[in-house]
T-cell receptor, first 109, second 118 residues
Framework: AQRVTQPEKLLSVFKGAPVELKCNYS??????LFWYVQYSRQRLQLLLR??SRESIKGFTADLNKGETSFHLKKPFAQEEDSAMYYC???????????FGTGTRLLVSP | DTGVSQNPRHKITKRGQNVTFRCDPI?????LYWYRQTLGQGPEFLTY????????KSRLLSDRFSAERPKGSFSTLEIQRTEQGDSAMYLC????????????????FGSGTQLSVL
């Protein structure tokens, strides 16, 4: 069965510091990976997906199949990045997302 | 607000009672998902609909749970004989799926219904 592991429950950094939120997955096939974010008092929303190879709000994530990782990175954290971040995986041709347990990012001034 | 709407926002019930939640997806979305989230966990898949057809149900969905999406528009999730373990946030999400364009659709989530079973 596929699984998503986010080892850090909380990541606390200062404004301007680099950020890396870790995500590892277990799945033998070709996965589709996503990062979802939930800001305070807001709904869960898509941040980025690996297939798009996009940078959203300065965040990027590269799928590393060798290390089965999809870490989320940002070179300079901002206070407004403080939120709950969930990594999610979907098997090709299947419809459900499997979420990790989430990492709370706290960016202090 | 033209996003996914869920009602009620909060529901407190006594063990053994039945509860029903409603989800109104974004109007043009043909896929609707139900997830459950407990404290400290990520959302867990429960079931999903393609239009009015329920295509997959998780093993988490015991026979006390039933979901419907009549006419392919809004959906309801009913829990019969609630148990304390059913206490959770129930999330609904929707998306538009094009046949043969598999994967990577963006899910739009509702604000959820927080269920507390006393």
């Amino acid at each position: 069965a596929q699984r998503v592991t986010q080892p850090e429950k909380l990541l606390s950094v200062f404004k301007g510091a680099p950020v890396e939120l870790k995500c590892n997955y277990s799945y033998s096939g070709s996965p589709e990976l996503f990062w979802y974010v939930q800001y305070s008092r807001q709904r869960l929303q898509l941040l980025l997906r690996h297939i798009s190879r996009e940078s959203i709000k300065g965040f990027t994530a590269d799928l590393n199949k060798g290390e089965t990782s999809f870490h989320l990175k940002k070179p300079f954290a901002q206070e407004e990045d403080s939120a709950m971040y969930y990594c999610a995986l979907r098997k090709k041709s299947f419809q459900k997302l499997v979420f990790g347990t989430g990492t709370r990012l706290l960016v202090s001034p | 607000d033209t996003g996914v709407s869920q009602n009620p926002r909060h529901k407190i019930t006594k063990r053994g009672q039945n509860v029903t939640f409603r989800c109104d997806p974004i109007s043009e979305h043909n896929r609707l998902y139900w997830y459950r989230q407990t404290l400290g966990q990520g959302p867990e898949f429960l079931t999903y609909f393609q239009n009015e057809a329920q295509l997959e149900k998780s093993r988490l969905l015991s026979d006390r749970f039933s979901a419907e999406r009549p006419k392919g528009s809004f959906s309801t999730l009913e829990i019969q004989r609630t148990e304390q373990g059913d206490s959770a946030m129930y999330l609904c999400a929707s998306t538009y799926h094009l046949f043969l364009m598999d994967g990577n659709e963006k899910l739009f989530f509702g604000s959820g219904t927080q269920l507390s079973v006393l």
